[in-house]
C-alpha cells in the first residue's frame, strides 16, 4: 500500500554563489523521491506570497536553497505559521546551516530531511528596527558601520571567490569615512563604535572568533565591536536588546549579509519571533 507524498514547497535562489542548473535538479529529484514538490523561484512575488501558498497547498515544511540572505526573505514570509524550514546551503557564507549543523553538500542536506525521525528545533528570530524602514527579521547577524560597508562592497562583486572579496572589500574600503554610532544595553556602559557585528548564533565574525559560548536556540546575542582607536572587542549581551545612535551621521547596515538603507539609528531585539527549522544530528554550533 502506497502512501501519499507530503507536500514540499522549494524555493530556489539561481543567483546563490553555489548554485547551478544541475546542482537545482539533482536536489530536486532527491526530494520528489520522498516529497510531492512544488518549485517556486524567489521572485518578489513569490517570497511575498509564500506563507498563503503553503496554506493552500497544505505544505508544512519548505525547503530554501540558497544563502542566508534568501533564509531571511522566506523566513519573513513564514513568521507565526507552522511551518518547519529546511536549509539547503548553496550561498556563500552558509551561517545558519553551519550553526545547524546542516552539511554542506546540498544532497547531503536533503538526506536529513529523508530520515524517518528528521530532528526538528525551535529556533529564536531577532527583530531589527531600523528608523524609517519597516522592522526586518535577522537569522544570523547584522552589521553596522565599517563591517556593512565591507558586507555591501563584496555584495556588488560576487564574481570574485567569497573569501578573497571580503579580503579586499576591507582593503578596498579602507580609507572611506567611518561613521561614529552609540551602542547601548541595559546591561552594559554605553560606548561609541565604527564598526558592529551583531551575532545571533554563529561564533565567528570577520574579525575573528568571538571567546564566549553562543547556541542557535538561546536566543542570546554577542558582538564584535570596533571603537575609535582600538582593537576589536567583545560583548554578551544575553537577551538584552542593543540599541544604536548616529552621532554625526548615517552609518551603513546590513542584515543577514543583505545590505541596507543607511540608518540614524537601529535596534536589534532577541528572541522576538520563534521558527522551526531541521536540524543535523549533532546538536548546535557553539562557541569557545
Given at each position: 500500500m502506497s502512501?501519499?507524498?507530503?507536500?514540499?514547497?522549494?524555493?530556489?535562489?539561481?543567483?546563490?554563489?553555489?548554485?547551478?542548473?544541475?546542482?537545482?535538479?539533482a536536489v530536486i529529484d532527491a526530494l520528489a523521491t520522498t516529497h510531492q514538490v512544488t518549485l517556486l523561484d524567489t521572485s518578489g512575488a513569490h517570497l511575498r506570497d509564500l506563507g498563503a501558498f503553503c496554506r493552500s497547498?497544505?505544505?508544512?515544511?519548505?525547503?530554501?536553497?540558497?544563502?542566508?540572505?534568501?533564509?531571511?526573505?522566506?523566513?519573513?514570509?513564514?513568521?507565526?505559521?507552522?511551518?518547519?524550514?529546511?536549509?539547503?546551503?548553496?550561498?556563500?557564507?552558509?551561517?545558519?546551516?553551519?550553526?545547524?549543523?546542516?552539511?554542506?553538500?546540498?544532497?547531503?542536506?536533503?538526506?536529513?530531511?529523508?530520515?524517518?525521525?528528521?530532528?526538528?528545533?525551535?529556533?529564536?528570530?531577532?527583530?531589527?528596527?531600523?528608523?524609517?524602514?519597516?522592522?526586518?527579521?535577522?537569522?544570523?547577524?547584522?552589521?553596522?558601520?565599517?563591517?556593512?560597508?565591507?558586507?555591501?562592497?563584496?555584495?556588488?562583486?560576487?564574481?570574485l571567490p567569497t573569501a578573497l572579496r571580503l579580503v579586499v572589500a576591507a582593503v578596498a574600503t579602507g580609507g572611506r569615512r567611518k561613521p561614529r554610532f552609540t551602542v547601548r544595553s541595559e546591561d552594559q556602559p554605553e560606548t561609541v563604535a565604527t564598526s558592529a557585528s551583531v551575532q545571533l548564533r554563529y561564533p565567528y565574525t570577520r574579525l575573528g572568533p568571538l571567546p564566549v559560548g553562543i547556541r542557535a536556540d538561546s536566543g542570546a546575542l554577542a558582538m564584535m565591536l570596533l571603537r575609535p582607536g582600538t582593537r576589536p572587542v567583545t560583548r554578551h549581551f544575553g537577551s538584552a536588546d542593543i540599541a544604536f545612535s548616529a552621532v554625526e551621521e548615517q552609518f551603513s547596515v546590513h542584515v543577514d549579509g543583505e545590505p541596507v538603507a543607511p540608518a540614524w539609528s537601529a535596534a536589534v531585539v532577541p528572541a522576538a519571533h520563534r521558527m522551526l527549522f531541521l536540524a543535523g544530528e549533532n546538536g548546535f554550533l557553539t562557541g569557545a
Open positions: 502512501h501519499a507524498k507530503a507536500p514540499l514547497v522549494v524555493v530556489v535562489n539561481p543567483r546563490a554563489t553555489k548554485s547551478s542548473p544541475t546542482r537545482t535538479r497547498v497544505g505544505a508544512r515544511a519548505v525547503a530554501v536553497m540558497g544563502g542566508d540572505g534568501t533564509l531571511n526573505h522566506a523566513c519573513s514570509a513564514l513568521l507565526g505559521l507552522p511551518v518547519t524550514v529546511v536549509v539547503i546551503p548553496t550561498g556563500a557564507g552558509n551561517l545558519l546551516a553551519r550553526s545547524l549543523r546542516i552539511p554542506n553538500d546540498p544532497l547531503r542536506a536533503v538526506g536529513l530531511l529523508q530520515r524517518p525521525q528528521p530532528r526538528i528545533v525551535d529556533v529564536p528570530v531577532a527583530a531589527v528596527r531600523l528608523a524609517g524602514s519597516p522592522d526586518r527579521i535577522a537569522i544570523t547577524q547584522v552589521g553596522l558601520g565599517r563591517e556593512a560597508q565591507v558586507v555591501a562592497w563584496a555584495d556588488r562583486r560576487r564574481h
